[in-house]
Antibody, heavy 119, light 107 residues
Framework: QVQLVESGGGLVKPGVSLRLSCAAS????????MSWIRQAPGKGLEWVSY????????YYAESVKGRFTISRDNAKNSLYLQLNSLRAEDTAMYFC????????????WGQGTLVTVSS | DIQMTQSPSSLSASVGDRVTITCRAS??????LAWYQQKPGKVPKLLIY???TLQSGVPSRFSGSGYGTDFTLTISSLQPEDVATYYC?????????FGPGTKVDIK
C-alpha cells in the first residue's frame, strides 16, 4: 500500500536549521509531483513547496522563499525539505504529499512530522 | 497571487441535511480546484478534483461544481462521519493555495 513517512521534525530554537525527510513506498515515486504542506496548531493547511517529478522545477510559498529548499532523490524514493533560519511562525505539522499530475490534486498524504520553533 | 476564500467558516447542521460550502478564487482558475476533508486529528483526504470529479471511494453524497472563480461542495445528506473541516485548493499554477477551511459539525 502507499506510504509516505516523514521524519526529522523536532524542537529547535529560532534561527537554526532542520532537514525533513519523506520516505515513499507502494507507488512509483519518480512519476509523482511532490509537495510539502504544513499546518500550524489549530490552524488551516498552508502549501509550502512543490517539486516536479524529475526535480527540475521547484516552487515555494512567499513565506518560506529563500529559507526553505525542496529536493528529491528518486533512486532512494525520498523527498526532502531543508529548513533554514527557522522562526516561531514555522511551528507546524509538516506533511509530505503527492500528486500524479503536473498540475493535480493531492491524493497521497503522509502522517506528518512536527516542527516546533521556540526559545 | 490568487487568493482563496471559503464561506461559511463554520456551520452546524442536522443529520440528513443538505450542506453547501462555497469557495471563491480572486481570479479565474478554470476547473483546477480540489476539495479535501480533514477529520479531527487526521490527515487530509481528497474528496473531489477538477472541481467536480469524485475521487474513487468517496461517498456519492459528496459533489462539487463550479468553474472559473466560484465553486461549491455539497453534501446531499449530512452524516455523523462527515464532521470535519473542508478545504478547497487551487492547483492551476503556483502558489497552490488552500482556502481557510469550513468546519462542519452536527447540530
Amino acid at each position: 500500500q502507499v506510504q509516505l513517512v516523514e521524519s526529522g521534525g523536532g524542537l529547535v530554537k529560532p534561527g537554526v536549521s532542520l532537514r525533513l525527510s519523506c520516505a515513499a513506498s507502494g507507488f512509483t515515486f519518480g512519476d509523482y509531483y511532490m509537495s510539502w504542506i504544513r499546518q500550524a496548531p489549530g490552524k488551516g493547511l498552508e502549501w509550502v513547496s512543490y517539486i516536479s517529478d524529475s526535480g527540475s522545477t521547484m516552487y515555494y510559498a512567499e513565506s518560506v522563499k529563500g529559507r526553505f529548499t525542496i529536493s528529491r532523490d528518486n533512486a532512494k524514493n525520498s523527498l526532502y525539505l531543508q529548513l533554514n533560519s527557522l522562526r516561531a511562525e514555522d511551528t507546524a505539522m509538516y506533511f509530505c504529499a503527492g500528486s500524479p499530475d503536473l498540475l493535480g490534486a493531492i491524493d497521497y498524504w503522509g502522517q506528518g512530522t512536527l516542527v516546533t520553533v521556540s526559545s | 497571487d490568487i487568493q482563496m476564500t471559503q464561506s461559511p467558516s463554520s456551520l452546524s447542521a442536522s443529520v440528513g441535511d443538505r450542506v453547501t460550502i462555497t469557495c471563491r478564487a480572486s481570479q479565474g482558475i478554470s476547473n483546477f480546484l480540489a476539495w479535501y476533508q480533514q477529520k479531527p486529528g487526521k490527515v487530509p483526504k481528497l474528496l473531489i478534483y477538477a472541481a467536480s470529479t469524485l475521487q474513487s471511494g468517496v461517498p456519492s453524497r459528496f459533489s462539487g461544481s463550479g468553474y472559473g472563480t466560484d465553486f461549491t461542495l455539497t453534501i446531499s445528506s449530512l452524516q455523523p462521519e462527515d464532521v470535519a473541516t473542508y478545504y478547497c485548493q487551487k492547483y492551476n499554477s503556483a502558489p497552490f493555495t488552500f482556502g481557510p477551511g469550513t468546519k462542519v459539525d452536527i447540530k
